[in-house]
């Protein structure tokens, strides 16, 4: 099972970035697809999820409006379109993959910097 995001970088505030995590070794279609970040000195914190087929998407209040989560499942790929990028966007971002049945099954990917600066 891999997870593998890209994207990251340095934008200056009020730019944009789109990360994207592209998954292998399981079935993707299957899964709750989610980015989390972590800035130094903070717990990790959810951002996004959407819902297997797409149908249903979920954001923090912090990126409501500027943040987007969609989904490729031909090409087991999930993105995070980020526009009007802050400051306090600055972390590691990272893919998670769920489902829960009768076993749960979760998955990390390694992490991509995003660094909003001047």
């Known amino acids: 099972v891999q997870l593998v995001e890209s994207g990251g970088g340095l934008v200056q505030p009020g730019g944009s970035l789109r990360l994207s995590c592209a998954a292998s070794g399981f079935t993707f279609s299957g899964y709750d697809m989610s980015w989390y970040r972590q800035a130094p000195g903070n717990e990790r914190e959810l951002v996004a999820t959407?819902?297997?087929?797409?149908?249903?998407?979920k954001y923090a209040d912090s990126v409501k409006g500027r943040f987007t989560i969609p989904r490729d499942n031909a090409k087991n790929t999930v993105y995070l379109q980020m526009n009007s990028l802050k400051a306090e966007d600055t972390a590691v971002y990272y893919c998670?993959?769920?489902?829960?049945?009768?076993?749960?099954?979760?998955?990390w990917g390694q992490g991509t910097q995003v660094t909003v600066s001047s």
């Open positions: 998670h993959a769920y489902r829960e049945g009768w076993v749960r099954y979760e998955y």
């Open positions: 959407i819902t297997p087929a797409g149908v249903t998407t």
